[in-house]
């Protein structure tokens, strides 16, 4: 299900990952015989791991209003590093690091949701 929230348009820092992975069984028959088949109707996870360093508190809070609002079901809107446009995503798990009074880090996973 679509929501109107989107993550703030604030570029992550250069550490962001995009990790892809397959979902195949590798069935074998011995002798060295088998045969790979995709698993399930989404056979590809795509995840980012995003940080964004230096972020101001307040920045910080909007983030995490988002992700909270989401509740790691519902999709949000997100625009991954060198991508044309946005994409939705779901978060279930991300740790924000005070740096100082006023600025903080914020890391988290960020799943894309493949329909």
Not at 2 to 28: Q, W
Not at 39 to 62: C, F, K, M, T, Y
Not at 74 to 95: M, V
Request: charged share 15%.
């Amino acid at each position: 299900m679509m929501t109107a929230l989107s993550l703030p348009a604030i570029a992550p820092s250069r550490s962001t990952r995009m990790t892809a992975r397959h979902h195949v069984n590798h069935i074998r028959f011995g002798q060295g015989h088998g045969v790979r088949v995709r698993d399930g109707v989404q056979p590809i996870d795509i995840r980012w791991n995003v940080v964004w360093e230096g972020l101001l508190s307040a920045d910080a809070g909007r983030f995490q209003s988002v992700l909270e609002q989401s509740g790691g079901i519902n999709s949000f809107l997100w625009q991954p590093p060198g991508a044309n446009t946005s994409h939705a995503f779901i978060c279930t798990e991300w740790q924000i690091v005070p740096l100082t009074n006023e600025y903080c880090k914020l890391i988290a996973t960020l799943t894309q949701v493949i329909s």
